[in-house]
């Protein structure tokens, strides 16, 4: 197996690797060599990935105690990490008056809340061991304002001004820090809304000058480029793999 990427040996945490997208990260990681670990919010959601891990750690991460402690087993188990993927969201398609509270701190609470935590953790041991690779996933919606996004969206927004404090702080410390930030993709989020929504297809791809949705390989190898030595000076940056969304 060719080792261009330098991923062979590589310590990786993928959080929500349970998720469609985090089991392609996992696979990809896992392709290229690394030794790769898996956090998210049952053991049910990690089945089937035994094969590909060194271990798994169950944790509700929208939690911030458990969120920081299933980072740190992981690192303890590990002798460390050199890679963290945040890979964990929720969305819920609708008006933003028509959000009860408790909707709104769910979506904040998942998608924030466990980024900032999870990240956090993840990052003191790599600024110790004076390297690392951060990778956050963000999305178009925290850029544009998509209409019925709205704490979806806040919650990217944030997580890319998250990303980019992280990325200055840690910098001098050999840590990078970035986001990916995938438009259209054919993930279970994207199948479920079409199921509900099927005419909605192709007013979506319409949207995409590249006319088509993504692919999971067309997102998992930018992280995998992040995460390598090759992507050592790139830090504090938002990729989009969109198919060109955002340029129109």
Not at 23 to 43: I, M, N, P, Q
Not at 128 to 155: C, D, L, M, N
Not at 191 to 198: F, H, K, V
Request: glycine share 10%; with cysteine.
């Amino acid at each position: 197996m060719s080792d261009w990427l330098g991923l062979t040996g590589r310590r990786v945490l993928i959080a929500g690797g349970g998720g469609t997208i985090g089991r392609a990260l996992v696979d990809g990681f896992a392709t290229a060599g690394a030794t790769v670990a898996v956090t998210d919010v049952s053991d049910d959601a990690m089945a089937g990935l035994a094969d590909q891990t060194a271990m798994s750690r169950a944790a509700d991460l929208s939690d911030a105690g458990a969120a920081r402690a299933a980072v740190s087993a992981v690192r303890d188990a590990l002798g460390g990490l050199d890679v963290f993927v945040h890979c964990v969201g929720i969305n819920d398609r609708r008006p933003i008056e028509d959000y009860s509270a408790s909707e709104f701190d769910k979506i904040i609470a998942v998608n924030l809340t466990s980024a900032f935590h999870t990240a956090t953790e993840a990052v003191v041991g790599m600024r110790e061991q004076r390297s690392g690779r951060i990778v956050f996933f963000s999305s178009v919606a925290g850029r544009s304002g998509h209409k019925h996004h709205g704490p979806y969206a806040a919650t990217k927004g944030a997580i890319n001004q998250l990303m980019r404090v992280i990325a200055h702080e840690y910098a001098e410390h050999g840590v990078t820090a970035n986001a990916v930030a995938p438009g259209y993709m054919d993930t279970t989020l994207t199948r479920s809304y079409l199921a509900a929504n099927p005419d909605k297809r192709a007013a979506l791809i319409e949207l995409i000058p590249a006319g088509r949705f993504g692919t999971l390989s067309e997102v998992v190898d930018p992280v995998l480029f992040l995460c390598s030595p090759h992507a050592s000076f790139i830090t504090g940056q938002v990729l989009y793999i969109d198919g060109g969304r955002t340029i129109v």
